[in-house]
């Protein structure tokens, strides 16, 4: 009832994006969620998932590994998986987490933002974030059962390994496109069904 009351306010004329709101109950009534715990530039905070069996929080692996595994959300809102990293300074991600990061938006769709202040972009940090901010239409993956509960995660337009070592040629936290695969944004509904 509070987000209901929430769009009667806003209007439908106003975009609402819940952060943090109950998935289900938000389906009709926002026109786009966070799917996933804050993006950062870092890999992992491996204590805090390890020790206290917490992966919610902020960093590149866990917004990567919930928005990829929540891929399907996209039929009820657009799915916002958190900003592109693409700057190398003051930053701590590999070129391969920042490619990974900038894969996800293309295979997720949804939103596309950026928290790089443009001069601490170089060339190669600017050309990856001119591809990260492309609009999208939402993938699939290629299969649900492939790794078993491992972190090599197939999808038409290309894999994600996600594992700490190299895994079906992909460097550990990389991603490698499937060349020509890109799909373009079409504007009916029936693409996003």
């Known amino acids: 009832m509070g987000l209901q009351a929430l769009r009667d306010g806003a209007g439908e004329?106003?975009?609402l994006l819940g952060c943090g709101a109950p998935l289900a109950s938000s389906i009709g009534l926002v026109d786009a969620m966070r799917t996933g715990p804050d993006?950062?530039?870092f890999w992992d905070e491996e204590s805090r998932r390890v020790w206290l069996g917490d992966a919610t929080g902020p960093s590149?692996?866990?917004?990567?590994?919930?928005?990829?595994s929540r891929w399907y959300q996209h039929a009820w809102y657009q799915p916002d998986p958190d900003v592109m990293i693409a700057r190398r300074?003051?930053?701590?991600?590999?070129?391969?987490?920042?490619?990974?990061l900038a894969?996800?938006?293309?295979?997720?769709?949804?939103?596309?933002?950026?928290?790089d202040p443009i001069a601490m972009l170089d060339a190669e940090g600017l050309e990856l974030l001119r591809r990260s901010l492309?609009?999208?239409?939402?993938d699939r993956p290629v299969t649900l059962t492939r790794s078993f509960g491992g972190a090599v995660t197939h999808f038409?337009?290309?894999?994600?390994?996600?594992?700490?070592?190299?895994?079906?040629?992909?460097?550990?936290?990389?991603?490698?496109?499937?060349?020509?695969?890109?799909?373009?944004?079409?504007?009916?509904?029936a693409d996003f069904a």
Not at 92 to 99: A, G, P, T, V, W
């Open 13 to 15: 004329d106003a975009f």
């Open 39 to 41: 993006v950062a530039p």
């Open 60 to 68: 590149a692996r866990n917004a990567l590994h919930t928005s990829l």
């Open 89 to 100: 300074e003051l930053s701590l991600l590999s070129r391969n987490e920042r490619h990974a």
């Open 103 to 115: 894969g996800m938006l293309d295979v997720i769709g949804g939103l596309r933002a950026s928290s």
């Open 134 to 138: 492309q609009i999208s239409a939402p």
């Open 156 to 189: 038409s337009r290309g894999t994600f390994n996600l594992e700490d070592t190299l895994a079906e040629g992909i460097p550990a936290h990389g991603y490698q496109e499937h060349h020509g695969m890109r799909l373009a944004v079409t504007t009916s509904e």
